[in-house]
C-alpha cells in the first residue's frame, strides 16, 4: 500500500510538473509576442520558439539516461562549462584594464558593457546559466554517492567548494553578480538538504556576505543600482527609470488589465520590456490575476519538484531533483 502510495504521488507531481511548465510555456510565447510585435514583428518570438524546440529535444534525450550516469561524468560537464566562463572572464578583466579590441573576438558578445554571452550566428548563449545545472549535477552525485562526507569539513565542504568556488567566480569575472549569488544560494541550499554541519554552512554564508559586500562596494555602479532599485523615483531618468516604469505598468493594470497587446509602455517607455521586466507588461496588459497565475505556476513547479525529490529512489536523485527545483523557485521568486 506505501508503495502503491509513493507512486501515485509520484505520477501526480511529475503530471503537475509538465503541465505546469506546458502552461507557463505557452503563456511566455503569448506575451514575448505581445511585448515585441510592434517593434520587432515575429522574430523574438520564432528566436525563442527554436529554443523551445531545441529544449524539447533536449529533455527528450535527457529522459531516456539514467541521471547516475550523468552524475558519474559530472566533472567533465563542469569542464565543459568552465571553458567558456573562462573565455568570457579574460574578456571582461581585459576589457576593463582598457583593451578594448576584446569585443572583436570571436563569438564574444558584450552587452552594457557585461561579457556573459557568447554569439552563434545568429544566437547568444549565456555559459553561466548553464554553470547551475552543472553545480547542482556535481554536487548531487558527490553528496549522494558518499553520504559520509557531509559530517567532515574537509570532504564535505572544502573540496567540493573549491570546485564550486571556481566555477562562481568565473562567472563573477564575466559580470554576472545576480546569477553569481543566485547559484550560490541554490549551493547553500543542496548542502542543506544533503546534510551538511550547520555550523560549517553559517562559515559559508558569512563569507558570501562579505564578498558580495565588496564586490558591491567597490563598484559604484552597483551602488548606485541598489539605491535606485530602494528608491527609483529619486533618479527618474538615471538607473531609477526602468524600475520606476514597471511600477507604472504593474499598478495601470489592476485587476483585469487594460487588455491584451494594449500595453502603453512597452513600445516607447519601458526598455528591453521583453526580457527581465516582461512580468510588468503582464500585469499592464491582464492585471494582477495574471501576475498572481504566473506565480502560482512557478510554485506549482517548485513544490512538484520537491515532492519527486522526497519520492525519489535514492540520495542522488533526490539532491538532483530538489537542486533543480529550487533554482527555477529561486529565479521566479527573485
Known amino acids: ?3 502503491k502510495a509513493t507512486i501515485h504521488k509520484l505520477r501526480f507531481a511529475t503530471a503537475t510538473l509538465l503541465a505546469s511548465v506546458v502552461l507557463l510555456t505557452i503563456f511566455g510565447l503569448v506575451m514575448l509576442y505581445s511585448t515585441t510585435s510592434a517593434t520587432s514583428h515575429q522574430h523574438f518570438l520564432l528566436k525563442q520558439s527554436v529554443w523551445i524546440f531545441l529544449g524539447m529535444m533536449f529533455a527528450a534525450v535527457i529522459c531516456v539516461v ?25 574578456a571582461h578583466v581585459l576589457h576593463r584594464c582598457g583593451q ?12 552594457n558593457g557585461a561579457f556573459r554571452w557568447l554569439r552563434v550566428g545568429g544566437f547568444t548563449l549565456q555559459p553561466s546559466e548553464f554553470a547551475k545545472p552543472a553545480l547542482i549535477i556535481f554536487l548531487a552525485h558527490y553528496y549522494g554517492t558518499k553520504p559520509r562526507n557531509v559530517l567532515s569539513f574537509t570532504k564535505g565542504v ?21 546569477v553569481t549569488m543566485i547559484t550560490g544560494m ?35 555602479e552597483r551602488i548606485s543600482r541598489l539605491t535606485s532599485f530602494r528608491h527609483p523615483e529619486a533618479a527618474p531618468s538615471g538607473n531609477g527609470y526602468q524600475l520606476l516604469m514597471s511600477q507604472y505598468a504593474l499598478g495601470s493594470g489592476h485587476w483585469t488589465g487594460v487588455g491584451f497587446n494594449e500595453s502603453r509602455l512597452k513600445e516607447r517607455y519601458l526598455p528591453e520590456s521583453h526580457t527581465d521586466f516582461i512580468l510588468a507588461i503582464v500585469g499592464e496588459e491582464l492585471g494582477f490575476t495574471a501576475v498572481a ?26 539532491l538532483l531533483t530538489a537542486g533543480i527545483g529550487l533554482s527555477i523557485g529561486l529565479h521566479a521568486l527573485i
Open 293 to 318: 497565475g504566473v506565480m502560482l505556476m512557478y510554485l506549482l513547479v517548485l513544490g512538484a519538484a520537491l515532492t519527486v525529490s522526497n519520492n525519489a529512489l535514492d540520495r542522488e536523485g533526490m
Open 1 to 3: 500500500m506505501e508503495q
Open 158 to 178: 572544502w573540496r567540493p567548494m573549491l570546485v564550486v568556488g571556481m566555477i562562481v567566480i568565473l562567472v563573477l569575472l564575466g559580470g554576472s553578480l545576480s
Open 186 to 220: 541554490v549551493v547553500m541550499a543542496i548542502m542543506f538538504i544533503a546534510g551538511v554541519r550547520l555550523r560549517y554552512l553559517l562559515l559559508l554564508v558569512s563569507i558570501g556576505i562579505i564578498l558580495c559586500a565588496i564586490v558591491v562596494g567597490g563598484s559604484e
Open 66 to 90: 539514467d541521471y547516475r550516469r550523468i552524475g558519474a561524468a559530472s566533472k567533465w560537464v563542469l569542464l565543459l562549462v568552465a571553458l567558456p566562463l573562462v573565455y568570457l572572464a579574460s
Open 100 to 111: 578594448d579590441w576584446v569585443t572583436e573576438l570571436p563569438f564574444v558578445a558584450s552587452i
